[in-house]
């Protein structure tokens, strides 16, 4: 017993020794490689993995964020239009051609909607995907610009039908995939989440506009953003300065918004983030003259979102904050 422990015992030493050695031999190698790694790893910064992201430039908050949700980590998106800019006024200042002509992929609304921006977006198309968002919605579901001009026909502001922005959402979705197919299940994966919390919003505006007595379901604003949103939810639209804010609006058209809101008995306006409100106050002037007194019922995000990091400052937020607003003044 005793021998065979002694033997057991110098074979443990020598076991030990030997696992020592290796030790020392793999500490060593380790920093051999450590070395070699931090070498390849100087020459592949190219590689896949940190300079990989697709850098994408957005006109709206709206697709900005979109794409943001459906791109992921894959992405590097900046919006062109912050919080209370018209994007029917906006020009492309140096910095923002800098960043259009630097972006792989671009993403407009379309429509018109960026009416100042035509001529860069012309520019730009042959040499990296220009996509606009709207390019995949059929005639039949785009609503007509009264006032449209020339090429100008159909009414811009489809993120307000939520089912028309998520037609917007597969646009991205599929640019994305295409211009970068090694991560084509994430995005797929990620536009079908994004998707999903589209169609709860739909369902969320569609219950809630119901619990407005329906006579006063009204929607008056200063520019006629809210079309799709009315005839999506079941709301009338009124907007003094017609869909596009470039056109004028003049004493006829207050006249006869303030006329509208005396025969209706109309409670509450609204007004907007990104258009001035003294349209919209001489209306609210004239109905007093007349004895019927109309409030402002609230800020609606119409052309751009709120700022960056509040809830407002998200698609899904602003649409929700503007059910909510719209509910609470004229329920
Ligand atoms: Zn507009």
């Known amino acids: 017993m005793k021998k065979t422990g002694r033997v057991n015992s110098a074979v443990r030493r020598w076991m030990m020794t030997v696992l020592f050695l290796t030790m020392i031999v793999g500490l060593v190698s380790a920093c051999g490689n450590e070395g070699n790694n931090g070498k390849n790893g100087d020459s592949g910064n190219g590689d896949k993995g940190d300079g990989s992201k697709l850098t994408i430039t957005a006109t709206t908050g709206m697709i900005a964020d979109t794409v943001a949700n459906i791109g992921g980590v894959h992405v590097e ?3 062109l239009m912050g919080p209370g800019i018209d994007p029917h006024l906006y020009k492309a200042s140096q910095g923002d051609v800098k960043k259009l002509d630097e972006a792989d992929l671009i ?3 379309g429509l018109h909607l960026e009416g100042k921006m035509g001529e860069i977006f012309e520019r730009l198309e042959g040499k990296k995907p220009v996509v606009a968002v709207a ?8 609503m007509n610009d009264p006032q449209g001009q020339g090429e100008a ?7 307000f039908d939520v089912k028309l922005w998520m037609s917007a959402a597969e646009v991205i979705r599929d640019t994305l995939v295409e211009a970068d197919p090694d991560h084509a299940e994430d995005y797929k994966k990620q536009a079908e989440q994004y998707l999903a919390e589209m169609e709860k919003l739909d369902a969320y505006a569609k219950e809630q506009i119901a619990t407005i007595p329906e006579k006063s379901r009204v929607l008056v604003t200063a520019h006629d953003a809210f079309g799709y949103f009315g005839n999506a939810y079941g709301m009338t639209v009124r907007g003094l300065q017609g869909m596009n804010t470039m056109s004028e609006f003049g004493s006829k058209d207050v006249a006869e918004l303030r006329d509208f809101l005396v025969e209706n008995k109309i409670k509450a306006v609204f007004i907007e983030s990104s258009v001035s409100t003294d349209s919209i106050e001489s209306v609210i002037e004239g109905a007093s003259k007349l004895g019927h007194k109309v409030v402002v019922g609230g800020e609606l995000f119409s052309d751009a979102m709120g700022e960056a ?16 607003t719209i509910v609470n003044a004229l329920k």
Request: hydrophobic fraction near 30%; charged fraction near 20%.
């Open 107 to 109: 993403f407009y609304n």
């Open 77 to 79: 998106v900046e919006g």
């Open 309 to 324: 990091g509040t809830t407002e400052g998200t698609y899904l937020g602003m649409v929700k904050h503007n059910i909510d």
């Open 153 to 159: 026909i159909h009414d811009p502001h489809i993120w």
């Open 135 to 142: 390019s995949k919605i059929q005639e039949d579901n785009l």
